[in-house]
């Protein structure tokens, strides 16, 4: 599964400007509504949920939010790199500057899962990572995020 099956170019937010954690998952559930249609209100207090359970901020500055909505009919990620990182709670606390949404079908199973894998597989790359913070162009982004690993690397 490749991160470009799960992302759209309208869905990356090269330059998010948030304040809060709260803020933080307020804009990213406003771009998932404009990419799928969906309530916005139903996806923020789906992943506002998730988040109660404990927190998404996986370490090394990124952060990982997700859900399952039973309207949606396939699996979605909205990315954002932020402006100034923010407070999310992190297993490291350690500020959050890049977030990785992902919103599945309430039926995903195994599907979500591989899907939050390889986000997570994409986001352990150093390099990747590295070039993701040095841009704040959407294009540019979207590149690194949709490009494929290596053979050998996976």
Same mark, same amino acid.
């Given at each position: 599964?490749?991160?470009?099956?799960? *992302?759209?170019?309208?869905?990356?937010?090269?330059?998010?400007?948030?304040?809060?954690?709260?803020?933080?998952?307020?804009?990213?559930?406003?771009?998932?509504?404009?990419? =799928?249609?969906?309530?916005?209100?139903?996806?923020?207090?789906?992943?506002?949920?998730?988040?109660?359970?404990?927190? =998404?901020?996986?370490?090394?500055? *990124?952060?990982?939010?997700?859900?399952?909505?039973?309207?949606?009919?396939?699996?979605?990620?909205v990315f954002a790199r932020l402006a100034h990182p923010v407070d999310f709670?992190?297993?490291?606390?350690?500020?959050?500057?890049?977030?990785?949404?992902?919103?599945?079908?309430?039926?995903?199973?195994?599907?979500?899962?591989?899907?939050?894998?390889? *986000?997570?597989?994409?986001?352990?790359?150093?390099?990747?990572?590295?070039?993701?913070?040095?841009?704040?162009?959407?294009?540019?982004?979207?590149?690194?995020?949709?490009?494929?690993?290596?053979?050998?690397?996976?």
């Amino acid at each position: 599964m490749a991160l470009a099956d799960l *992302i759209g170019q309208n869905a990356v937010l090269p330059a998010l400007k948030a304040n809060s954690k709260k803020q933080l998952l307020q804009e990213l559930a406003a771009k998932a509504s404009e990419v =799928t249609g969906l309530a916005e209100r139903e996806v923020f207090d789906v992943i506002l949920q998730r988040e109660r359970l404990g927190s =998404t901020g996986v370490g090394n500055g *990124i952060a990982i939010p997700h859900g399952k909505l039973p309207s949606l009919d396939r699996i979605v990620g909205v990315f954002a790199r932020l402006a100034h990182p923010v407070d999310f709670e992190a297993l490291d606390d350690q500020p959050v500057d890049l977030v990785f949404l992902l919103l599945a079908p309430e039926g995903a199973g195994a599907d979500h899962l591989k899907a939050l894998s390889r *986000i997570a597989r994409v986001m352990r790359d150093s390099d990747k990572v590295a070039k993701i913070r040095a841009t704040d162009n959407a294009a540019s982004l979207y590149a690194f995020l949709a490009e494929e690993p290596d053979a050998n690397a996976a």
